[in-house]
């Protein structure tokens, strides 16, 4: 287990664990050693106008989400590229690791159900029935 560490093109300090990437279609994803990004690096590198489109999804695009008014929002929703990196002849780009739902909804997470208390005669407690309906009948429509 290999940590990279490299610059990102505006110059901050980005590392990754090089070490058995996750593959998607056209990207392999590396981890940082924390865990709080990836860095996807595309197989084989963009042509001008794909770099381009890269650009404007780091720059252009990610200021008019987040950097307006109720952007924090979208940043607990959307993992979305935030920096352009170039390692050994690859390009790719650093993304927040999707979060556990319970940090963005946190009070859901705080609520905890008791567990079903046994009767005073100690028999089990009764069992949560669900109601299952009969499938819809579907009528065929003829186009003519």
Request: a positive charge; aromatic letters at 12%; proline letters at 10%.
């Amino acid at each position: 287990m290999t940590t990279i560490k490299t610059k990102a093109k505006d110059g901050t300090p980005v590392e990754f664990v090089y070490k058995d990437p996750m593959q998607g279609g056209v990207k392999d994803v590396y981890f940082a050693p924390d865990k709080s990004y990836v860095v996807a690096f595309f197989r084989k590198n963009p042509d001008i106008a794909g770099q381009e489109r890269i650009e404007k999804l780091v720059g252009q695009y990610r200021k008019g989400i987040f950097e307006q008014a109720g952007g924090e929002y979208w940043k607990k929703l959307f993992c979305w590229p935030e920096k352009i990196v170039e390692y050994d002849g690859k390009i790719g780009m650093t993304v927040p690791a999707y979060q556990p739902i319970s940090r963005i909804f946190s009070s859901a997470s705080k609520r905890h159900w008791p567990a079903p208390k046994k009767r005073e005669n100690g028999s089990p407690p009764p069992k949560i029935l669900t109601a299952s309906f009969p499938p819809k009948k579907r009528e065929r429509c003829s186009v003519t």
